[in-house]
């Protein structure tokens, strides 16, 4: 359980001999947006930083808080992408593929806050699936070329998807997506499931590089009140109460950092402090779930 200062700590000594890259995909809000600006903090600039998300604004009201880099050639950017449509996913994931050699992290946030009941867009995937896996997952494994490459120029090769580890549930392997039995309990199990599952599969094909799934707590992260949800809006006037059991976005950046920053190769779930769980807790997935689920997956993204 380190502290924040600990963690901080451990941070700050992260100064590579080489420029990173590192993607944010959902970078410009809540957690995401906590990581990348304690990336850029403890870099101190001197790293291409890239931002993808929908909201340019906000991009770059945080790009612009960022320290300038020193280092010749380098970049921050925002890249705009709606992660619900599989086919955004991965035409931004192959430009970014084309123009960038190297990744050395991966970064996945992107999250809603919805109370309604399945909501397909125009390529049948619920929403919120798209946004909490499937989306992630496709980022994922159309960057890995870039990971691999970075790995083999013996840097960082990091992927890191914050969700819920350690949080899912049982899930029903014939109905992989929730076609049939879609219901905000079935689904709050599911994607921390099949995240868990990813994280394991991913690491199995790539052991050389890390995959953490983590678990970030409570973090006031202004999801509630941009939720569609009256009564998760609603529910917004509640933080301050909530202030002592739960992390600043601030907070959160550094615990989730120091998460990646600290993981070794292969499959990791991490907590809300960044420490490992282990892979058998609270986990739901087999190897039938692992190749049933990668299958269903590949088609779902193509
Ligand atoms: C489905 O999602 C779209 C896009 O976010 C939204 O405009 C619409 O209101 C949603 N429909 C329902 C029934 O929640």
């Not at 990646?260 to 402090?273: E, F, H, Q």
């Amino acid at each position: 359980m380190p502290s924040l200062s600990v963690v901080r700590a451990f941070n700050a000594a992260f100064t590579p001999a080489y420029i990173p890259v590192a993607i944010f995909v959902g970078g410009t809000s809540g957690i995401g947006q906590g990581m990348a600006e304690a990336f850029a903090r403890h870099t101190k600039g001197n790293a291409h930083i890239v931002l993808v998300g929908r909201n340019r604004a906000a991009a770059e009201a945080i790009l612009a808080t960022f320290p300038k880099p020193t280092a010749p050639g380098v970049t921050h950017e925002f890249v705009a992408c709606d992660v619900t449509l599989m086919k955004n996913v991965r035409r931004v994931a192959g430009e970014l593929r084309a123009r960038l050699p190297t990744v050395n992290f991966l970064v996945l946030t992107p999250g809603v806050l919805t109370m309604n009941g399945r909501n397909e867009t125009e390529e049948g995937i619920d929403r919120k699936l798209a946004v909490h896996y499937y989306g992630r997952w496709r980022f994922i494994r159309d960057l890995l070329p870039a990971l691999e490459a970075a790995h083999a120029a013996g840097q960082d090769a990091k992927v890191m998807s914050v969700l819920a580890a350690g949080h899912g549930g049982a899930i029903d392997l014939d109905d992989l997506g929730l076609k049939q039995t879609f219901s905000l309990a079935n689904a709050a199990a599911a994607a921390p499931t099949y995240m868990d599952i990813a994280v394991n599969d991913f690491g199995a094909r790539h052991p050389q590089i890390s995959f953490v799934h983590s678990y970030p707590g409570l973090v006031r992260s202004g999801a509630l009140k941009a939720s569609d949800s009256r009564f998760m809006k609603a529910a917004n006037v509640l933080v301050p109460l909530l202030t002592p059991f739960s992390y600043s976005v601030e907070q959160a950046g550094e615990h989730q950092l120091y998460a990646l920053l600290k993981a070794g190769a292969g499959p990791v779930r991490t907590d809300d402090k960044g420490d490992d769980i282990g892979l058998t807790k609270a986990y739901y997935g087999s190897a039938e779930a692992m190749a049933r689920l990668w299958t269903h997956t590949e088609d779902a993204t193509a």
